[in-house]
């Protein structure tokens, strides 16, 4: 079992940046993909973005240039750098985790809004 604590969110005006962490509880995070996803009030929860063991990231078309995904392996830690926030990015970020996307284990969900 891969437990998965996120932080980071918050309240932020457009144009502005935030970054999410995802911390997982096991190790077996290093041969995991990570994934970002969100959820806006009414909406489908959608992949924002993932990285794969080997490193290779994968984006939404509405995420790309402005969103950079990572992972720090010695610290089980997934983050997701966003930049230039638009009010459209407001939603709930959740990390997901698996050998592939979407896995198994999410995170609890952390709130992102962006103000006009």
């Known amino acids: 079992q891969v437990q998965l604590v996120e932080s980071g969110g918050g309240l932020v005006q457009a144009g502005g940046s935030l970054r999410l962490s995802c911390t997982a509880s096991?190790?077996?995070?290093?041969?995991?993909?990570m994934g970002w996803y969100r959820q806006a009030p009414g909406k489908q929860r959608e992949l924002v973005a993932d990285?794969?063991?080997?490193?290779?990231?994968n984006y939404a078309d509405s995420v790309k240039d402005r969103f950079t995904i990572s992972r720090d392996n010695a610290k089980n830690t997934v983050y997701l750098q966003m930049n230039s926030l638009k009010p459209e990015d407001t939603a709930v970020y959740y990390c997901?985790?698996?050998?592939?996307?979407?896995?198994?284990?999410w995170g609890q969900g952390t709130q992102v809004t962006v103000s006009s």
């Open positions: 997901n985790a698996g050998h592939v996307i979407p896995g198994d284990y």
């Open positions: 096991s190790s077996i995070f290093r041969v995991l993909t």
């Open positions: 990285i794969t063991r080997g490193g290779s990231t």
